[in-house]
């Protein structure tokens, strides 16, 4: 019987070999650049949600998308890598005029959660479900760039 080996060529044995070394760097950038691609979808569609279809003025401080942002490249339970876009707590209490009581405590996470979902006389505003469908494709395409690019440095 005739036999046939087939060898990698040593430069891409080396580059694989880096690959490997580099997988978890190379993994963070690649999700960031994904969160990047996406944040201003989230952005966009909280902006229009805000002050939508009510029956009284806005009372928006801006506070909501300003604590807009993107967490450090985290691994969960299963050793999975991952990112995640979303609201940093806590939020500012607002308070009444001097001596008394503070009015209002909420999370950012409760209230967007109540614009997502609604609640009593207060129709859904879904803008998380949109930004995450709008973005999937820019996402992807600025995940697989960025790999691109760390894989050529090799």
Do not use: W
């Not at 995640?84 to 209002?104: C, D, I, L, T």
């Not at 405590?105 to 505003?125: C, D, R, V, W």
């Not at 494709?137 to 600025?142: F, I, R, S």
Request: with cysteine; proline share 5%.
């Amino acid at each position: 019987m005739a036999k046939c080996e087939i060898t990698l060529p040593e430069e891409l044995q080396k580059r694989l070999d880096r690959l490997g070394r580099q997988t978890d760097e190379i993994t963070a950038k690649a999700l960031e650049a994904g969160a990047e691609a996406t944040l201003p979808y989230l952005r966009s569609g909280l902006k229009d949600a805000i002050g939508k279809d009510t029956k009284y003025e806005s009372r928006s401080t801006g506070e909501l998308i300003r604590s807009l942002g993107i967490s450090p490249v985290m691994v969960d339970r299963e050793g999975s890598p991952n990112i995640k876009v979303g609201f940093n707590e806590p939020r500012r209490v607002q308070r009444a005029a001097k001596g008394k009581r503070s009015y209002y405590t909420a999370t950012n996470a409760m209230l967007a959660n109540i614009l997502e979902y609604g609640k009593h006389g207060q129709p859904p505003k879904p803008f998380l479900k949109q930004a995450k469908s709008r973005s999937r494709k820019a996402a992807a395409a600025a995940m697989q760039r960025a790999f691109d690019e760390e894989v050529e440095k090799l």
